[in-house]
């Protein structure tokens, strides 16, 4: 259990110490990288490091030189164990151990959460980001008091879920927070359990310090001090350059030695890596200790808690006293005190690989039969995994039961660990087949798609019947999009072989599989949209669950296959019925919302795609379901930026974002950001963002970017006037009808550039498939887009009326943008039939929107428009609110809304405490003192232009 040191040795209580311990040889680089860590978090400054270097190079010893600097700073340290790395946050636990007073005063949610995943209450499987933001809000409320150092030794040893938790806190230390995360990590591929398949988890992202072998004259010096007798010259530069400055190596290493082979060179270590020559030099010492020492090592190696009660009591069921520890002391192998602790994680390894089978066995039996099955039922289940030699129901049975309480934690790890070694150890085959299949899908939650499909072998291997075969095949599939594979839509043929076995898993897989395809997109080669569609449509109604489903599903599907008359009245109504009949507490409801969302969108109908939209984000920010609010947020990225609300959909954008690679999705292109930076009219930034991602698109197999991409290009283009590129943008992005929403939206803006380059034929067939969806749809979003399009299209009397039809229908909607665009084009028609008057009505009430709106672009043509009529137009700025950043923003909008710091931060998933700084922040860049200033200083800072 992890102990605060106050700025002192490793160790230590609660004593203000800070005296350094006994000076490193060399390592003048790494201490002053590290002093400005220390001298950067007393000032207030958040920082996080890694250190990486090969195994005894020296990282550990650099982190008690940090811990010995850090004067008037709270540390905590963390350090990987082998063994552990399967016991779901294990290594959080030792962090947040002995900040846990502050737990209750954390906003719910992440309360629940974080004791949830500790277990130190019960609820339901906690998400991994909102357990994230709460050890985030944590080590703020802890930092209150002192600066807060928080040391993360032997990484490569810690457990999934919590290098994943500190990894992703480590990212977001907000910058006027007094934490520092520092990890210690070995380089190279030799991790246990990780390394084997290449899926291992490390801290990604943060600044790095590699720790190298020392320099040659500090490696002479480092050796001087451990030589107690004269050894030849070339055997002393030999042992410097064979060892490449390693500290440890040359420490341990020339212990094994004889004098003779010192002295002559004659029987060095061999040229094999160096971290198993250094386990070797451990294991020559470990042969020299009796036998009663080596096994009090082996079962000290075996348990990962080094609890010394634990460790005790299995030792003596071994017949092992307590003076067995003295030689292990003596060989400075092991210290047994509050905590059980090797000289070097490598010392541990070596005594646990030197032992024969049979005796590891009987050290994990011995553990298994000294721990409380009350306290910790699954490091119990655990040892006892280990300590049979075959088959044995009765411990695989309690390994399924340990997995289901690891997984209700949110131990996702820990859980498929545990189902991988229950299915190993099950003895009837067709029972282990379905465990294997468990076991594999729960490997694929966690990120090691190369374990699951390995485990599927067994489940090809035994009795498994038709079904179960059947779902192996969907995992297979699963894992095939999750790596981008889906191209040939692997879940279709998938749902077809279900339709019989199990007709609602059927109907599922293919609600997935159209998912699926949409995302594809035009990159499909097989299992498309129109091909799933099809398939769906022959797909039996199901008697099971709610016909809603299956209304939802028909819809969309007749939309891709036979067009919006015959599919978009279904459609509608069946997403109307969900707004209406929606259970907001559901989990299994809430998992349709990305797509119903997505169906508002393809039906037009702004009113319900925001109400739904609001409603799904709301629940599952409360229900902590992340994995649909990412997308969720995603939706209203495009909702809020189509309404004007430019500033709010650059933060749900960036939630978006971040939740998404919290929860898995490390690769994100960045639709928000470009529908924003393409709206503003921000051309270097808007062709930097879609740089490339045609390239990634690809790789990934997500192909509903192409439409984004070139949807944001053509209103780009339109806004600054560059028509001939938004025409060949909008004919890309509307090219393919099957794709639906964003390409049908790039039918307005190919309608618009056609019109301004003088091509109108160029824009008869988007003006078609306009007008289909408007009479299929009713709604006044499309109706008055497809009669903006039909009077760009047209003259004289035909034209007007149109204009003024649009105008009046997208009055009546939330399309804010459009409408004012609406209001710019008639306006520019109006002064090119003479009509000033009228047209400065309309291009007036456009700038002010626009301009209001930041929608820059057009807001600039509407000026240009506007002084070609003989109208004055000046600007009012304001650099203040520039100056804040994106998250100071969006907090200081939350206040003026009226919410408390507690209600800002649930919201946000940040703490009080962060939002407090933020304020702080916010309040010395506007110039003010209070909260209630916050509207005023607010609405005069922000840029405007203005008529007269």
């Not at 390994?399 to 189902?419: D, H, I, N």
């Amino acid at each position: 259990m992890a102990a605060w040191t106050q700025g002192s040795a490793p160790g230590g209580a609660d004593s203000e110490g800070g005296a350094p311990g006994a000076p490193l040889v060399g390592r003048r680089r790494e201490g002053q990288v590290l002093d400005g860590l220390v001298a950067g978090v007393r000032d207030g400054r958040s920082q996080a490091l890694v250190l990486r270097g090969d195994a005894g190079v020296g990282k550990t010893a650099l982190l008690s030189r940090l811990v010995g600097h850090a004067h008037r700073c709270r540390v905590a340290r963390v350090v990987g164990v082998e063994s552990e790395m399967e016991l779901a946050f294990a290594g959080l636990h030792q962090l947040c151990a002995p900040m846990l007073d502050g737990l209750d005063r954390l906003p719910e949610p992440q309360r629940d959460a974080l004791g949830t995943a500790l277990g130190l209450r019960a609820g339901e499987t906690p998400d991994r980001f909102l357990v994230g933001l709460a050890v985030l809000s944590l080590l703020a409320e802890t930092a209150v008091e002192r600066p807060l150092i928080c040391l993360v030794d032997d990484v490569q040893w810690l457990d999934n879920a919590s290098v994943q938790t500190l990894n992703f806190v480590a990212r977001r230390l907000p910058e006027p927070l007094p934490v520092a995360l520092v990890f210690a990590e070995r380089l190279g591929r030799e991790q246990p359990g990780r390394g084997q398949t290449g899926e291992e988890q490390t801290v990604r992202g943060l600044p790095e310090l590699v720790v190298g072998g020392l320099s040659d004259r500090d490696a002479h010096l480092l050796l001087d001090a451990e030589l107690t007798g004269p050894v030849d010259a070339r055997v002393r530069d030999r042992m410097v350059a064979e060892t490449q400055g390693n500290p440890l190596a040359l420490t341990q290493l020339v212990r094994g030695l004889t004098p003779e082979q010192m002295a002559g060179g004659y029987g060095l270590p061999g040229t094999g890596p160096l971290a198993g020559r250094m386990e070797e030099a451990f294991e020559r010492r470990l042969a020299t200790l009796p036998p009663e020492t080596r096994t009090l090592l082996l079962v000290a190696a075996a348990e990962p808690g080094r609890d010394p009660a634990l460790v005790w009591r299995a030792a003596t069921a071994l017949q092992v006293g307590t003076a067995a520890a003295e030689p292990a002391t003596a060989a400075g192998l092991l210290d047994v005190g509050d905590q059980v602790r090797f000289a070097h994680p490598l010392a541990r390894s070596a005594v646990y690989r030197a032992a024969d089978p049979d005796a590891r066995r009987a050290a994990h039996r011995a553990l298994a039969e000294a721990a409380d099955p009350a306290a910790d039922p699954e490091r119990r289940a655990w040892h006892r995994a280990h300590a049979v030699a075959g088959p044995d129901e009765d411990v695989a049975a309690e390994l399924e039961r340990c997995a289901a309480r690891a997984q209700a934690r949110g131990g996702v790890a820990a859980a498929a660990a545990f189902r991988e070694r229950s299915a190993e150890l099950t003895p009837d085959p067709a029972l282990r087949a379905e465990r294997a299949l468990r076991a594999a899908q729960a490997k694929f939650h966690t990120g090691a798609p190369e374990r699951a499909l390995g485990l599927l072998t067994a489940v090809d291997a035994g009795p498994a019947d038709d079904l179960l075969r059947a779902r192996a095949d969907l995992l297979r599939a699963q894992i095939a999009g999750a790596r981008g594979d889906g191209r040939d839509g692997p879940l279709l043929p998938v749902a077809r072989r279900l339709e019989p076995l199990d007709p609602n898993l059927a109907r599922d897989t293919y609600r997935d599989a159209l998912q699926a395809a949409l995302v594809c997109g035009r990159l499909a080669r097989s299992g498309g949209v129109r091909e799933v569609a099809t398939a769906l449509l022959a797909f039996p109604r199901s008697d099971v669950g709610r016909p809603v489903c299956d209304d939802l599903l028909e819809g969309m599907s007749t939309v891709v296959t036979a067009g919006y008359a015959a599919g978009a009245p279904t459609l509608r109504r069946a997403v109307r019925e969900v707004e209406s009949g929606m259970d907001w507490t559901m989990e299994a409801d809430l998992g349709w919302m990305p797509l119903v969302c997505r169906m508002a969108q393809d039906v037009w109908d702004d009113e319900l795609w925001h109400g739904l939209t609001a409603q799904s984000v709301e629940a599952a920010r409360a229900h902590g379901q992340l994995r649909v609010l990412a997308p969720l947020l995603f939706s209203s990225t495009a909702l809020q930026a189509l309404e004007g609300d430019l500033d709010g959909a650059q933060a749900a954008g960036e939630e978006a974002a971040m939740i998404a690679e919290a929860t898995g999705n490390l690769s994100l292109l960045p639709y928000g950001n470009v529908f924003v930076a393409a709206l503003r009219g921000d051309e270097e930034r808007t062709t930097a963002l879609l740089a490339g991602t045609a390239a990634e698109a690809a790789a990934r197999a997500e192909g509903h970017w192409l439409p984004a991409a070139a949807w944001a290009a053509a209103v780009l283009h339109n806004g600054l006037g560059h028509y001939d590129r938004a025409l060949a943008a909008a004919e890309e992005g509307s090219a393919y009808p099957d794709e639906l929403g964003l390409g049908s939206w790039s039918l307005v803006e190919l309608v618009e550039a056609a019109s301004r380059v003088g091509e109108p034929d160029r824009a008869k067939d988007a003006l078609a498939r306009l007008d289909e969806i408007a009479q299929a749809c009713r709604t006044d979003w499309a109706v008055g887009a497809a009669a903006r399009s039909r009077a760009l299209l047209s003259e004289g009397a035909d034209a007007a009326e149109a204009y003024l039809e649009a105008v009046q229908r997208l009055e009546r909607t939330r399309m804010t943008v459009l409408h004012a665009r609406t209001r710019l084009v008639y306006g520019e028609w109006l002064r090119r039939e003479n009509r000033r008057v009228d047209a400065r009505e309309q291009l007036r009430v456009a700038h002010n929107v626009l301009a209001a709106s930041g929608v820059e672009g057009f807001a600039q043509r509407a000026r240009r428009e506007l002084l070609a009529c003989g109208e004055t137009v000046r600007v009012r700025t304001g650099d203040s609110a520039a100056a804040l950043t994106e998250q100071e923003a969006q907090i200081a909008r939350l206040a003026v809304d009226g919410g408390t710091n507690a209600e800002i931060a649930g919201r946000l998933f940040i703490s009080p405490r962060t939002v407090e700084w933020h304020l702080r922040k916010v309040y010395t860049k506007l110039g003010i003192s209070r909260r209630t200033e916050l509207r005023r200083a607010l609405g005069t800072a922000v840029g405007q232009w203005t008529t007269r």
